[in-house]
């Protein structure tokens, strides 16, 4: 028995990484707020996440109180997480958000789809002859994770052969968004701040001098705005390593645990191949029950009360995305991975509010046909080892997942 008011961020069991899923039925169970040592608090219910979510005025994205004593206000990672939109309020997050939603619009994700269906067979072929050779590949290494570089570096325009460190960097930088972090990931995330820059600087030069399609190209987008005086170039070069951290390691999990949890569960995996119109279910329920994001946070703007409870102004909120998509409030049988539950989509794994996923479009489709040309291909896939799951308390996925198919 787990006991609730035993369960604190800054002390995490270690048996959470693998299987969260007790401590968060536990938390549903007990008191809605789940003070910590740190004066911070959890929450955990889906009706209160989303009503802190939409509640700008009382909740806050803002984390340079949070971040500055984190990382020191003179670091790297400091100077990006303060000024990626998702750590905003208007009005940096509400300029930022309109130059990038542009590029994510229905239409031009359409546009971007041929070349999703080209990488994705590519790698599918890849696998296939690296299985015939070896008898074994990395669904995280071999498939998952070359999916949304590749989007994204197609997204910024980043040319194909300069895109081997982007993945690095990636993990690096949001590895230091864990509650508790150590002196050499600290450091391992600011070197990669700044490698991250310098590259972009150079980019950034090369596309100012022959700019691609607006339309479709995210930086050419960011880089107009700082012509017209709309970004500085901080933010231009801070929200472009973003839109690449907050695409990449979020759907390669999606990917992967989506490919996990049909094996785990084969009679939803029969399902889906006998009716692979049930994919957008299937993955809203991945999205539901092994959210790649698993915590946010919000800080309270002024003194208010909540849910019959009064917090000061400042305090920093907890909020446990992976235990509110199984809410059984909202969620019947939370537990059960069904991909034909009916409300599946009104997870949190997006968030909600003026802040909820941009890429949350491009996300469903890189999952959507990823998941259904692989099963395919390789309906009878065999995963060999599932211990790999990421340390990590706010993104869940595995670091690899060795395969037979
Ligand atoms: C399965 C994949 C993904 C998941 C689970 C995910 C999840 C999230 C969540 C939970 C937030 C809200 C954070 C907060 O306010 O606390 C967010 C914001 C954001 N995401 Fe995603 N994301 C995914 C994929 C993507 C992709 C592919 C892109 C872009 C290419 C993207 C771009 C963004 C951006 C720009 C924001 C900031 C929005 C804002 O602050 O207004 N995401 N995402």
Known sequence: MIGTMAFDLSRIPADFFEDPFPYYASLLDGPPFMFQEDGSVLISRHALLSAVYKDVNGFSSDKKLSFGPKFGVDSRLYEHHTNSLVFNDPPLHTRVRKIITG??????????????????????????????????????????????????????????????????????????????????????????????????????????????????????????????????????????????????????????????????????????????????????????????????????????????????????IHMCIGAANRDPDVFEKPNMFNIRRKNARNHLGFAAGPHVCVGLTLARLEAKIAVTEFLKRFGGYIIKDYSFISKRVRFRGFVSLPASL
Not at 105 to 124: C, F, K, Q
Not at 168 to 195: K, R
Not at 198 to 209: A, G, I, N
């Open 103 to 316: 590029a994510l619009n229905p239409r031009a994700i359409r546009v971007m789809e041929p070349g999703l269906r080209r990488t994705i067979s590519i790698l599918l072929e890849r696998m296939g002859k690296k299985n015939a050779q070896t008898g074994s590949v990395d669904i995280i290494e071999d498939f998952a994770s070359q999916i949304p570089i590749q989007i994204i570096g197609d997204l910024l325009g980043i040319p194909f052969d300069e895109r081997d460190p982007l993945r690095d960097w990636s993990l690096a930088i949001l590895g230091a968004l864990e509650p508790t972090v150590s002196e050499p990931q600290m450091e391992i995330g600011n070197e990669a701040v700044e490698e991250f820059q310098s590259y972009l600087r150079t980019l950034v030069e090369v596309r100012k001098k022959e700019k691609k399609d607006p339309e479709t190209d995210v930086l050419t987008r960011l880089i107009v705005a700082q012509g017209a005086a709309e970004l500085s170039e901080t933010e231009l070069l801070q929200n472009c390593i973003f839109i690449l951290n907050a695409g990449h390691e979020t759907t390669t999990n999606l990917i992967g645990n989506a490919l996990f949890m049909l094996w785990r569960h084969p009679d939803q995996k029969v399902l889906l191949l006998d009716e692979p119109d049930l994919i957008d279910g299937a993955v809203e329920e991945v999205l539901r029950t092994q959210s790649p994001n698993q915590f946010g946070n919000r800080q309270t703007t002024k003194l208010i009360e909540i849910d019959g409870l009064v917090l000061k102004k400042d305090v920093n």
